[in-house]
């Protein structure tokens, strides 16, 4: 193993299983309502009863894998949802691991477009609706909130965290489809175009597994390989229903 080495060995990239403000915002689109209907803020809401089996179902999988290939540090995003289907799928795996929250792992920030369905951002907002037009998703910051760029820029510093800290570890980080799409970003050096392609033609599954390992021949020092995008089995061998809903309006993701 390389001396040089600064990437994990491997690196798991999972998102949170169904939530309950996935069931509500399919609700609210197809009754065609301005506003998704919640009782809580969007960092507080929790698992469906369908999200908490997919998330043992991924740590079912997990304990399965070898000693050797299973996480020894699992971060998640300090949303309920991200942070319970972290503790779900470390139970059902057996697994002692510390979880550690952190804050830049969460969820991408909607500002005043927050809880509004694609009906609602065209009554309410709809110059928001055209400059996202215009713009792209990539570039588009609604008012209070963030743009993928935003997102992105807070993950980079998450990707240092990770080479300082976590070298030749076996990591797992728990957290929301735009993270996912994020991370792809970073760590395979895509342009605009390139993940923009990707999100066009995959919807992150609840509890789907990006995974990457190191490779000491890739690049010049070694990079992070990707090995596994979107994976899925381990939600469709527990017989759970496979979901790909987003948390948001399409107008938002």
Wanted: hydrophobic share 40%.
């Amino acid at each position: 193993m390389s001396e040089r080495q600064k990437w994990p060995q491997t690196l798991m990239l999972a998102r949170h299983g169904e939530s309950a403000g996935n069931v509500a915002r399919d609700a609210a689109e197809a009754a065609r309502q301005v506003i998704i209907e919640l009782a809580t803020r969007d960092a507080d809401v929790p698992l469906s009863a369908r999200g908490e089996r997919q998330a043992q179902a991924l740590g079912e999988w997990i304990g399965r894998l070898p000693p050797s290939e299973r996480p020894n540090v699992v971060l998640a995003s300090p949303y309920i949802r991200a942070r319970q289907t972290a503790m779900l799928a470390l139970d059902a795996a057996g697994a002692e691991d510390t979880l550690i929250v952190d804050e830049r792992l969460r969820e991408k920030e909607f500002g005043i477009l927050d809880r509004l369905t694609n009906f609602g951002i065209a009554e309410r907002f709809p110059d928001q609706a055209e400059f996202r037009r215009l713009l792209g998703k990539f570039y588009h910051r609604p008012p209070g909130g963030e743009s993928w760029c935003d997102v992105i820029l807070r993950l980079r510093s998450v990707v240092d965290t990770i080479t300082r800290e976590y070298a030749r570890e076996r990591v797992l980080i728990v957290s929301h489809q735009v993270v996912v799409l994020c991370f792809r970003y970073l760590l395979e050096r895509m342009t605009e175009a390139d993940i923009l392609a990707v999100d066009r033609e995959h919807q992150i599954a609840n509890c789907s597994v990006t995974a990457y390992e190191f490779d000491p021949d890739a690049g010049h020092h070694g990079e992070m390989v990707l090995k596994l995008f979107n994976f899925v089995a381990p939600i469709v061998e527990a017989g759970e229903e496979v979901t790909r809903k987003p948390d948001v309006p399409v107008g938002l993701k």
